[in-house]
């Protein structure tokens, strides 16, 4: 089944419940705005339940978009074994082997399976998946694209084999039996959200404390992945607060919720003090991605002067999706109405050189357009795999990025940018325009142009688990001792 729930402004959980009135599955947890949701319905699955957390009445709508039958479960075509262990065991199961020793293995050592290469600097990597029906399919994989895994002939065995940089660090799931339906590559591609889940035999799962399988991931960090400054080591004993409000722009026609860090034993008139305008603030606070976490250690260490965090809630993706790509609207209402208010609440005045503004994916175009057109509040952007090959409809210059056209015709000297991005942000087809390749295009203008630029590039896709590490390795660059 596929639908939406749409809630308004108020947050919301809904889930599948049992017959007896157990909760089998979390479908969306404290949702606001037009929500999606994809699931299968497991055995004894009898009702879908819409909870508001915080006492609340609540009007919501619940739209069921697509029930499809059991037919649409289809397999995929088989893939080479570049694994050498699965070589093997490919004819020795040929000759009668059963597989239990086999999953007994990667029980105890853990999935994926990590094999040498004989390429220096990289290593086979083979996720694995034991009894899908028809199919399996490999989200977060290292490529650019959702990865169908193939089944091993005459066995319980799924699997999906790279070759990949011994630097690599994803976050990645496995759906087993994802329906295929009449729709668009897109529809087809979002399915796997129905059963997609955490690896079970993988030792590092993101969420584990969350309330079911399907809401959880699977970290694979490889032992050459770099350092993620701030991610480890005990939490200081003085630590940040975090406060929020609800802030409604009459320009934009919404209210969304704001939340501020501020660091333990904040000073008003420190002038060291950074302002950091963080998009997509809730993803930003989770075990994924633990933003004021990364902060309490980096001050605490001297590694980062005093930071004040404002985390802009995006509302919901279509929401998003209207705002980050370049709305004006957005861009005014954040500069000249949502950080004047921060900075009145807090009784200080921020300083544009000490002020930076960053996101990823949508959040990155827009934190590249902010002190392009904003520099007097801006001086500072950290672009995390920006959406580059967003372009206008009105847009007819298709051999050069949108945003590499804007900062060819002007380029404000009295920035400073920080920009990353993915090996895995690559172009999945001949001709499409990538993330990867857009953001090389963008660095070269930027360098060109005299801008201060840093720039990066990750052995990961599009991921939190990158964007985590690269945000502070910004901050660091960017205003570090």
């Known amino acids: 089944m596929i639908g939406h729930l749409n ?189 997609l889940q955490a690896d079970p035999l993988n030792h590092h799962p993101i969420y584990p404390d969350a309330p079911d399988i399907w809401s959880q991931r699977s970290e694979l960090s490889l032992p050459n992945a770099p350092e993620q400054p701030g991610m480890t080591g005990p939490l200081p004993e003085a630590r940040g607060t975090i406060s929020g409000f609800d802030f409604t722009s009459e320009v934009l026609g919404n209210t969304r919720r704001v939340d501020v860090y501020t660091p333990a034993g904040f000073e008003l008139t420190d002038p060291e003090t950074v302002v950091l305008v963080l998009f997509d603030g809730p993803a930003y606070q989770t075990p994924r991605a633990p933003v004021p976490e990364i902060l309490d250690r980096l001050i605490a260490e001297g590694r980062l002067p005093p930071v004040v965090a404002v985390m802009i809630d995006p509302l919901d993706s279509e929401v998003r999706g209207r705002e980050l790509p370049l709305n004006r609207d957005f861009l005014t209402v954040v500069a000249d109405d949502l950080l004047p208010r921060v900075a009145r609440d807090l009784g200080f005045v921020p300083d544009a050189t000490r002020t930076v503004v960053a996101g990823s994916s949508y959040g990155g175009l827009a934190a590249a357009w902010f002190p392009h057109e904003r520099p007097d509040v801006f001086g500072n952007a950290i672009v995390l795999s920006g959406s580059f090959w967003w372009s206008p409809e009105t847009y007819n210059r298709p051999g050069t990025p949108y945003m590499s056209e804007l900062w060819m015709q002007d380029a404000p000297k009295d920035v400073r940018l920080w920009m990353s991005a993915g090996l895995y942000e690559a172009a999945r087809l001949p001709g499409e325009v990538s993330i990867l390749e857009t953001s090389r295009h963008l660095r070269d203008i930027l360098t060109m142009a005299g801008v201060d630029l840093t720039y990066r590039e990750y052995a990961g896709g599009h991921d939190y688990l990158i964007w985590r590490g690269a945000l502070a390795e910004g901050l660091i660059d960017l205003f570090g001792g």
Do not use: C
């Not at 915080?54 to 088989?78: N, Y």
């Open 7 to 195: 809630s308004g402004k108020s947050p919301v959980d809904l889930a599948l419940l049992s017959k007896d009135g157990t909760q089998i599955r979390l479908l969306l947890a404290r949702n606001t705005g037009n929500g999606q949701f994809q699931f299968v319905m497991p055995q004894g699955a009898f009702a879908l339940q819409i909870l508001n957390l915080d006492g609340e009445t609540v009007e919501s709508t619940l739209t069921l978009d697509k029930v499809l039958p059991q037919e649409a479960l289809i397999g995929p075509a088989p893939s080479p074994l570049l694994s050498p262990t699965l070589r093997a065991l490919s004819d020795e199961i040929a000759s009668g082997r059963e597989t239990e020793q086999f999953w007994n293995e990667r029980a105890q050592n853990g999935t994926p399976m990590i094999e040498p290469s004989e390429r220096p600097g990289h290593v086979i990597v083979t996720f694995l998946w034991r009894g899908a029906e028809k199919n399996a399919r490999l989200w977060g994989a290292p490529t650019s694209d959702h990865t169908w895994m193939t089944r091993l002939a005459g066995s319980d065995i799924w699997f999906a084999s790279f070759e990949v940089p011994d630097s690599l660090r994803l976050t990645y799931g496995i759906a087993p039996d994802v329906p295929q339906f009449k729709g668009s590559a897109r529809e087809n591609r979002v399915a796997l959200l129905a059963t």
